[in-house]
């Protein structure tokens, strides 16, 4: 480790540490498609694992209330444990099922109501375009609507044209939605084993830890851990429930209002309420449109729901679910939300926030002391030891915490 030391101290090493870098960035640059395909290929293999992961991990804390506060009395550990298991799945099966139960039947009835009046909903459209090209002709605008009209004309039959026409890709499409589909299914089964083997599991990691890591920083990555354990509870529960309150939210006032399309609309709104930043716009634009193909003011009574249910969701509901900022700026939301899907998909966008909430407290624990004891030894400055800059930070963050739920 000396020896390494004395030889990055060379005025040579830096430069060639700097030609290295470049060299190595060049071929990054230039083989960019390779080196995609290959991610996507160890994505492909990995990925049952990772939401084999993540799904143990959300069941987790289901399984241990019925473990240790259900089954705690059991002398036999072990079978607790699986019992335990056994009952987390049965309830997320029953709850799975209920929920079928209850909205298959009206996605089927919004399915088939889409599809008998769709004839209907194409004349409509059609009216629409012509009234704006009258208005627009009055004013002398010209809009060729030439090409729309073209495309909605003949309604189903063109529909049924363009998939015939389209069929590879569509195939290839739905190819892509089997196997993302196989993948969740082979991720599921990995997720229960992964949870009866919990103990197990985490007995050798710790082992490992041990083994690797000495006393101070064992203990010290354990609070990083905890930290990292709290963020992603935090982040996982509190969304899905706010989007259970944003789904059952827009049922009802569709219910109350007579909205056709209910059942369908308030799932959409809800699942793509998960996906940070666009999930709410996205669900909201689905619901108008279909909303607009029935009835033009129902959409617009909804539109005007969703913009007051959303702002009531960002500045009451959220604040009160996620109690306080995950620390990352709005454009990093952006920039990471994109960046995640195209790594990862659906599972990247949803990852990518807490991923990066994760990094934050990663470089304020770790990195930036290390940092700022580097800058104070070269300013010949007072070093405050990392334990010492740790305490202040939690402190701070104890106290910001403090207000934030004040």
């Known amino acids: 480790m000396n020896r390494i030391k004395e030889i990055l101290k060379k005025p040579w090493a830096a430069y060639t540490f700097a030609l290295c870098s470049a060299v190595l960035l060049y071929m990054i640059l230039a083989n960019l498609p390779a080196i995609g395909r290959v991610l996507a290929s160890v994505w492909k293999v990995v990925s049952p694992i990772i939401i084999g992961i993540i799904i143990a991990y959300l069941m987790n804390p289901l399984s241990d209330l019925f473990e240790f506060r259900v089954l705690g009395k059991m002398k036999n550990k ?39 009046n769709w004839d209907e909903y194409v004349a409509k459209a059609q ?45 290839g499409t739905l190819g892509n939605v089997g196997s993302s589909v196989s993948n969740f299914l082979v991720g599921v089964l990995f997720g229960v084993c992964f949870l009866v083997a919990e103990s197990t599991l985490k007995d050798t990691l710790a082992k490992c830890r041990a083994a690797v890591l000495k006393k101070e920083k064992l203990e010290r990555h354990n609070e990083l851990w905890s930290s990292f354990n709290t963020v992603f509870i935090r982040y996982f529960s509190s969304s899905l429930l706010d989007a259970l309150i944003i789904a059952l939210g827009a049922l ?6 007579g909205m056709p399309y209910a059942a369908l609309i308030a799932v959409v709104v809800g699942v793509t309420n998960l996906i940070p930043t666009f999930g709410p716009m996205i669900g909201s634009a689905i619901g108008i449109f279909f909303l607009v193909l029935d009835r033009p003011i129902n959409a617009l009574w909804f539109f005007i729901f969703m913009c007051i249910w959303q702002s ?80 202040n930070q939690s402190d701070e963050i104890a106290v910001t915490e403090k207000d934030t739920a004040g």
């Open 78 to 116: 072990s079978t607790a444990h699986v019992l335990a298991v056994v009952l987390t799945v049965a309830c997320v099966v029953i709850f799975l099922a209920i929920l079928l139960v209850a909205l298959i039947p009206s996605l089927i009835q919004s399915g088939s109501k889409l599809v008998s």
């Open 127 to 171: 009216s629409f375009f012509l009234k704006v090209v009258d208005f627009a002709a009055a004013r002398n605008i010209k809009i060729d609507v030439s090409k729309i009209n073209g495309l909605i004309d003949g309604s189903f039959t063109k529909v049924m044209d363009i998939v015939k026409n389209n069929i590879k890709p569509i195939l």
């Open 252 to 257: 009802i006032f569709m219910l109350i209002m």
């Open 312 to 391: 009531i969701d960002g500045m009451v509901i959220k604040p009160k679910l996620f109690k306080g900022s995950l620390g990352i700026p709005a454009v990093w939301t952006l920039v990471l939300i994109i960046l995640g899907g195209k790594v990862a998909g659906i599972l990247g966008i949803l990852l990518a926030i807490p991923l990066a909430a994760v990094f934050v407290i990663l470089y304020n624990e770790t990195i930036l002391p290390r940092l700022n004891k580097r800058i104070a030894k070269i300013n010949d400055e007072p070093v405050v030891s990392e334990t010492e800059n740790t305490d």
